[in-house]
């Protein structure tokens, strides 16, 4: 499972969301973000004019093993941009990670915290018995069954299997 916590202020207080792949959403794995609460996953005050009503998508791409955004207004004659750290968004989709700002209007969102993504994976090799070993025995030979890593194949490895120490 991924999940995704964002964080911003809205009317004085501090308001946060923590959504998964999973969660019941508009559409799995996709978090709709504006003003239309018919729309969207988090509503925006509808006072935020500078929102748009459906302004941007976040979703998880298995492909890049992370949380992506996307700017729903990018094909409109006057788009509304998104700007994330400071780059304006527009028609590309680009990769979220902790800490990333994401400004919609006057409105800030920070990504606090992100579960299961491509930043807690290492990579890692894997013999040609399939041992999974750390990066580290590259050019060296497998503690398991003695064959050469000299062209294994590169893999990442899950939290899981760097916690395995390799056997001697």
């Not at 004085?12 to 729309?39: H, L, Y």
Request: hydrophobic share 30%; aromatic share 8%; with cysteine.
């Amino acid at each position: 499972m991924y999940k995704i916590t964002l964080e911003w202020i809205e009317e004085g207080g501090t308001r946060s969301q923590t959504i998964s792949n999973e969660d019941n959403t508009r559409e799995v794995g996709k978090i709709f973000i504006g003003r239309d609460e018919n729309q969207c996953d988090i509503v925006l005050p509808s006072s935020e004019k500078t929102v748009s009503r459906l302004h941007v998508v976040i979703f998880y791409d298995s492909h890049r093993q992370g949380w992506c955004l996307k700017n729903l207004t990018g094909n409109r004659s006057s788009p509304n941009p998104a700007i994330v750290n400071g780059k304006i968004i527009i028609l590309e989709e680009v990769l979220l990670s902790v800490g990333s700002l994401i400004q919609l209007g006057r409105i800030t969102i920070v990504v606090k915290q992100i579960e299961g993504n491509k930043s807690q994976y290492q990579y890692g090799i894997r013999c040609v018995n399939g041992h999974l070993l750390p990066y580290d025995f590259i050019g060296d030979f497998c503690p398991h069954c003695g064959y050469s890593l000299q062209a294994s194949e590169t893999i990442y490895l899950s939290p899981e299997d760097q916690d395995i120490p390799p056997e001697n």
